[in-house]
Every structure is written in C-alpha cells, then in structure tokens.
C-alpha cells in the first residue's frame, strides 16, 4: 500500500458508543494530523504529533483522545460524541512541519462519521 | 491571527473556458501560501505552493497561481479546464514559525459545464 490509509472509510455510531478511527502512513513521514472536515466550514486542525509526541492540541472536546504509538500509525478514539461532531474525519502526514517551507500534507480518503 | 478567504463559495464554467479562483490571505510577514484540491470522497491533494521567488507558481493538472503581496492574493488560474477538475480547492496559508499549523480557507467548489 502506499500514500496514507484509513479506516473505517464510514462509521455509523450512537452516543453512548466507543469507537476509533485508525490512520496509518506508508511514507515515513514524521508528523502526523488530524483534521475535522464539517460542511460549510473550513478544515479545523484538531491533533498533530511529530515523533510520536503530540505537539498540537486545537481545544479539542476529551471526548475525542488521540493515540500515537509510533511514526506510522495514528488513532483517534471517540467516546460519548455528540452529533454536531458527524463530519469527515481527515488524517494527514508531513515529512516536516506542514507550515515550513518545505512542507506538504498528504491527506487520506477521510472516515466519514455519522453520530446518532 | 493569520486567516485565508476564498469569496466564492461555487463557480461554474464551461469545458474548455478559462478559470481563476480568489484566495485572500491576512499575515503581517511573508507567507507560505498552497492550493489544494479534494476530488468527491477523496482526501486532499497539492496542487502548488509558494514559498519565494518567482511570484508566478505553476503546479500539478495545468494549474498555476500567482502571488500578489499588494493585493494579499494568491489566485489560482487553469486556461482551459477540464470536466476531470469538477472538485473542491481550498487555499491555505502556512507560518513561518515552529506552528505545524496550516490555516485553510473555507473552499470553493467548482462545477464544469459540458
């Protein structure tokens, strides 16, 4: 495989679920985002982690709690979510700092969330 | 704070026609500026981006931009669009600091008319 992978691409969940989104970058990339996709409004930078450390927390609501366990693969855990939180969920990777000039995100298809 | 607008939320044009889509930015130093496209059900690509030097940027698909730091404007342009370029573009400023922080703008999607 190649570029960046996600999955689940769709998820239905209550809001009393526990569900994770789960990111994975075959391109040995350093840093590793997420990205909350809504209607209307423009991408809002939720999480990011460089070397496995995260160096970016945007005001995220607990329930939504991020997981880096190596460069590869990233996580994103969802419990007790509210349905204004339904959206594409993007996960994205950058071999340096995406607003360094050398900078470039590589974006994955997304995992579209739905919230009953 | 450093924002990024695109005016124009859709735009039609024929096959074949000419395209510019608006990006304005608000950044008190020399920014780093992209172009990015999303394709229906698809993540987003990188079209172009401008770091420095020549203000007039060319990139992946045809399509060029053109940095105006009078304007505040980074404008993306195509001669003949394709119905294939039917998508979302969104423009994005990025800072020059330690932030890993690109701010996008909201989008503009644009239809293609056969």
């Known amino acids: 495989e190649t570029g960046v992978t996600q999955t689940p691409r769709h998820l239905v969940m209550g809001m009393t679920n526990k569900k994770s989104l789960k990111c994975e970058q075959h391109l040995g990339h350093n840093a590793m985002y997420w990205y909350k996709q809504s209607a209307k409004k423009p991408l809002e930078l939720m999480f990011v982690?460089?070397?496995?450390?995260?160096?970016e927390n945007n005001s995220v609501p607990s329930r939504f709690s991020p997981e880096c366990p190596n460069s590869s693969h990233l996580f994103l855990h969802l419990h007790t979510l509210q349905p204004e939180d339904s959206a594409l969920y993007l996960c994205?990777?950058?071999?340096?700092?995406?607003?360094?000039?050398?900078?470039?995100?590589?974006f994955g298809e997304g995992s579209r969330l739905t919230v009953l | 704070a450093q924002s990024v607008t695109q005016p124009d939320i859709h735009i039609t044009v024929s096959e074949g026609a000419s395209l510019e889509l608006r990006c304005n930015y608000s950044y008190g130093a020399t920014p780093y500026l992209f172009w990015y496209v999303q394709s229906p059900g698809q993540g987003l690509q990188l079209l172009l981006k401008?770091?420095?030097?020549?203000?007039l940027v060319q990139g992946i698909k045809g399509f060029e931009a053109e940095f105006k730091r009078s304007q505040s404007s980074f404008n993306l342009r195509k001669p003949s669009v394709h119905w294939s370029d039917a998508a979302e573009y969104f423009c994005a400023v990025g800072v020059e600091d330690s932030s890993y922080k690109l701010i996008f703008g909201s989008g503009t999607r644009l239809l293609v008319r056969p």
């Open positions: 401008y770091f420095s030097g020549d203000t």
């Open positions: 994205a990777s950058s071999q340096e700092k995406a607003g360094a000039n050398t900078g470039e995100l590589f």
């Open positions: 982690y460089s070397l496995e450390e995260r160096v």
